[in-house]
């Protein structure tokens, strides 16, 4: 039993063996496929198709998408851009009519900017043209005006400062010059100047003694620019009279030249000296016209005018110079008494006396000013 059981087990172990080799050397059958292995192995192969097909369906959609997408964003685009053409040349049409004024604000900024620049390039170049002109035209004035003085030389003032009474400012004669000039003139000619030059001086005495100093003046002016320089002694009187007429214009310090030009002419022109000296004491120059005075005294002793301000004149011109040195004096005491002022002194502190016999000074030093008093 043992061994016929032993036997049919091995021949079992070896059909189950066989089997098993078989099983796996084999191909499997359609019904394996089926039910074993190769069904599981169908379904993966399924699903991976099915994965590749949806991969490429979402692939064709996203693509359809972006396409979509992309025409959408252009004819949005082109959309704005002729809306916004459209809205432009509306308004151009509807600014044309108003104007190039206008027009200029449908300009871009760098269009504004360039016409701005060039229209600041006109204006200069323009500007410089008119001041380049202006300059030329002044210019002409002026040559104008220096020939017109040139030709007037020697004749009076205009209108309006005959009007107002201001000083004329007439050009001083150059002695040297006119006898050069005067070289060339014959005796006649020289004699005929003289003489026209006493009818103007004669013609100025009328218009003094009316009152009329300004046309006076004119004509002594008149006299002295016909007046040969070789008649000194004319000239002189004609200086002189017109130093009197500008002496009533208040034209002071002109009259002292002219009494001046006159005694050069004529030192002993004592008309002329005695003239200066007043007009010296007009003008506060008294120690000038005390020097006068007595140049009068000299050459003509009985001279009362001169007299009386010989003698008139020194106690005047002390009395000025104590003034004068009052006032200094005031001065420099409040000058020393800003400066002793932050030391607790003052002037008062210091006593100056001077010395009878030499005239010279001494300064003493006073501690308490107001107990000496």
Same mark, same amino acid.
């Given at each position: ?54 991969? /490429? $369906?979402?692939?064709?959609? =996203?693509?359809?998408? =972006? ?56 204006? $200069? ?18 040559? /104008? ?161 001169? $007299? ?32 002793? $002022? ?32």
């Amino acid at each position: 039993m043992s061994l016929q059981g032993a036997s049919q087990r091995s021949s079992q172990e070896d059909q189950e063996h066989f089997y098993d080799c078989q099983e796996v050397l084999e191909p499997p059958t359609s019904q394996g496929e089926e039910e074993g292995w190769g069904k599981g192995d169908g379904k993966e192969r399924r699903k991976g198709g099915e994965e590749e097909n949806m991969e /490429r $369906r979402r692939g064709a959609e =996203e693509e359809n998408m =972006e396409r979509r997408r992309g025409t959408e964003e252009e004819e949005n685009v082109e959309r704005r851009r002729g809306a916004e053409e459209d809205e432009e040349e509306t308004q151009q049409e509807r600014r044309a009519p108003e104007g190039d004024s206008h027009h200029t604000q449908t300009l871009s900024d760098s269009q504004r900017a360039e016409e701005s620049l060039l229209n600041s390039t006109e204006e $200069r170049s323009t500007a410089a043209g008119a001041v380049g002109t202006d300059e030329e035209e002044e210019e002409e004035r002026w040559d /104008r005006l220096v020939a017109e003085e040139e030709e007037q030389a020697g004749g009076g003032m205009d209108s309006d400062a005959e009007m107002k009474g201001e000083e004329i400012d007439t050009p001083e004669f150059d002695e040297e010059h006119l006898r050069e000039v005067e070289k060339e003139l014959t005796e006649e000619e020289r004699e005929s100047r003289r003489q026209e030059s006493l009818v103007l001086k004669e013609k100025g005495n009328s218009q003094f003694k009316a009152g009329e100093h300004l046309d006076a003046e004119r004509s002594y002016t008149e006299g002295l620019g016909v007046c040969p320089v070789c008649f000194g002694r004319e000239r002189a009187v004609l200086f002189s009279n017109r130093a009197a007429a500008r002496f009533h214009l208040d034209h002071k310090d002109k009259a002292i030249s002219d009494c001046s030009r006159a005694i050069e002419l004529n030192p002993d022109y004592v008309r002329a000296i005695l003239r200066r000296a007043e007009l010296y004491e007009k003008t506060d120059k008294l120690d000038e016209a005390l020097e006068d005075y007595k140049t009068v005294l000299d050459k003509d002793p009985g001279q009362h005018t001169a $007299r009386e301000a010989c003698m008139r004149l020194p106690q005047q011109i002390h009395d000025r110079n104590e003034r004068l040195k009052e006032e200094m004096m005031t001065k420099l005491k409040d000058l020393g008494n800003m400066f002793l $002022r932050p030391f607790g002194l003052s002037t008062n502190n210091f006593q100056v006396n001077q010395d009878t016999d030499t005239g010279s000074y001494s300064v003493n030093f006073v501690q308490n000013p107001n107990n000496n008093r």
